[in-house]
């Protein structure tokens, strides 16, 4: 069960005048410890906790590597992970460089499995009122959407190299507006940098 609260606030952007609004955000847990999920890996797999904790290491160390290499990384039972970064866009090749950079991220993409369990768990909704007070109860009738990174606002690597000077549209769970083309890392398996990769300089 995924918890949702649910919380009444100000969300007036105009001084002395308060208008209220329910806005939804997860209710976060605390952060576990990776010794808490190795013990528990060990547990499951029967596997010594020394020689899951070096696995983990040794594959924390490869992912970084690769992914910075370029790589689009897979994610045993998770996915896969690679770097972009957000960026403008210009039509000159003269203003390319490394200033249009604006952000450097990290983009995961959930593994079919992944996507399913998300898809098929509950969420179940707490609502507050603006003195902290629960007012409302709620198992959501959402439409199970997952959304994927790889769809919508990143779309096609080809297509944003072809138009390097269309603007594409935020993401819905990113909040920073887009300044221009996202241009992605990765070339799933490539070979070091390519032209939608790290910029070099």
Known sequence: MIQIKAKQQNVSFEKNVEKLAFVLSAHLYNTLDTNKVIEEAAKRSGISE?????AWDAAGEVIRTWATEGHNVPL???????????SKSVQSVEDVKTSLISARRVIFTP????????????????????DGKIV????????????DPEEGSEGSQNTQNNQSNQNTQNEPSDPEPSTGGDNTGGNNGGGGNTGDGWEEG
């Open 76 to 86: 045993p039972g998770l996915g896969s992970m690679r770097f972009g970064v957000r």
């Open 50 to 54: 020394g020689v899951i904790k070096a």
């Open 111 to 130: 593994s079919k499995e992944v996507k399913d369990e998300l898809q098929a768990t509950k969420i179940a909704i707490t609502c507050y009122d603006k």
């Open 136 to 147: 409302k109860r709620v198992t959501s009738a959402d439409t199970n959407d997952v959304e």
